[in-house]
């Protein structure tokens, strides 16, 4: 298993930015990819952004994509996500979490942290 904790939430007017960290430890070298997900109040989660372990490729959902950033500090076992132009609809709590392969289920989860857009 591996532990993620996610911190870098905040409020923050709309038009502007955040970075999220989530720091990785125990079986990190069983990695394959890292998500980035948010779930909003009453909403379903949803899938943000991932970035694979062995080639920092990285994938985004079409609502994020040209605004967020996904990047990784192999040394540090730590995932970003820079967050620009934020929107309101942005509000959420994020969790970032962790497949050791393609075809398996992100089975690692961290706590969240929130993020509020303020119009």
């Known amino acids: 298993q591996v532990q993620l904790v996610e911190s870098g939430g905040g409020l923050v007017q709309a038009g502007g930015s955040l970075r999220l960290s989530c720091a990785a430890s125990?079986?990190?070298?069983?990695?394959?990819?890292l998500g980035w997900f948010r779930q909003a109040p009453g909403k379903e989660r949803a899938f943000v952004a991932s970035?694979?372990?062995?080639?920092?490729?990285?994938y985004y959902a079409d609502s994020v994509k040209g605004r967020f950033t996904v990047s990784r500090d192999a040394a540090k076992n730590t995932a970003f996500l820079q967050m620009n132009s934020l929107k309101p609809e942005d509000t959420a709590v994020y969790h970032c979490?962790?497949?050791?392969?393609?075809?398996?289920?992100?089975?690692?989860w961290g706590q969240g942290t929130q993020v509020t857009v303020s119009s």
């Open positions: 970035i694979r372990w062995s080639d920092n490729s990285a």
């Open positions: 125990g079986r990190t070298f069983s990695t394959y990819e």
């Open positions: 979490a962790t497949r050791d392969s393609y075809l398996s289920q992100y089975d690692s």
